[in-house]
């Protein structure tokens, strides 16, 4: 049954793996780890969403033919964290830009090349290092603490690749900035594509202890 498709008869719904996700990394937070753990605990719960690709409706990876675009899944309600996915169609790719928060991509469909970037004394980004190839199943660890930008690319320029996106923000709000390569800074703030989010909470079951 394609993941867009709702049967009330049917003791699973797709975006259980969603919802489950939510629930697990909003237990990890409650913790309130390290940002280490949270990122190395974190990046393990991503790599178990993104170890199948059944799951995310059809609506939420649809490419745009001049741009890409995130659309949002989930925003934690104290906007703690907030999960999207972000479409590539063939050939895409994003400006240098940073995040300012720390951030998990797992790889769902297709590939993806992030390139980093760090700024000289003169503001102009400059290569760090190879770019990292991300392929389904694979989850890249960002943060303000270990490196904030790059440039991302969609690996393919004949097929849409499709991430799952969590930042310790609600990221279309955050106000950050993108580099060119002479090293003018301009503010962005990235917005959603989507008005409406996905609902995972049709098969719930009620928490614990609980009528
Ligand atoms: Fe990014």
């Known amino acids: 049954m394609p993941a867009h498709e709702y049967n009330a008869l049917d003791p699973l719904d797709p975006l259980d793996p969603l919802r489950n996700f939510v629930a697990a990394f909003s237990r990890l937070l409650e913790r309130r780890p390290h940002e280490t753990t949270l990122l190395e605990e974190g990046a393990g719960l991503l790599a178990r969403l993104v170890a199948r690709d059944d799951w995310l409706p059809d609506a939420f990876a649809a490419p745009h033919p001049d741009h890409y675009q995130q659309f ?4 934690d309600s104290a906007q703690r964290f907030s999960i999207v996915s972000f479409v590539w169609g063939p050939g895409q790719r994003t400006p240098i830009h940073d995040h300012t928060v720390w951030g998990l991509i797992g790889m769902l469909r297709g590939a993806e090349n992030s390139q980093p970037y760090v700024l000289d004394a003169n503001g102009i980004p400059v290569v760090a290092g190879e770019p990292v190839r ?12 270990l490196g904030d930008i790059h440039r991302v690319s969609n690996a ?24 060119t390569e002479t090293g003018e800074r301009k503010g962005f703030v990235s917005g959603y594509a989507n008005a409406q989010l996905p609902n995972p909470w049709r098969k719930a079951a009620p928490p614990d202890g609980k009528p």
């Open 134 to 145: 991300l392929s389904p199943g694979d989850v890249e660890v960002l943060s303000p603490r």
């Open 72 to 75: 949002l899944l989930h925003c």
């Open 156 to 179: 393919y320029d004949d097929r849409v690749s499709v991430s799952i996106h969590v930042y310790g923000a609600n990221i279309g709000v955050v106000h950050r900035s993108v580099f």
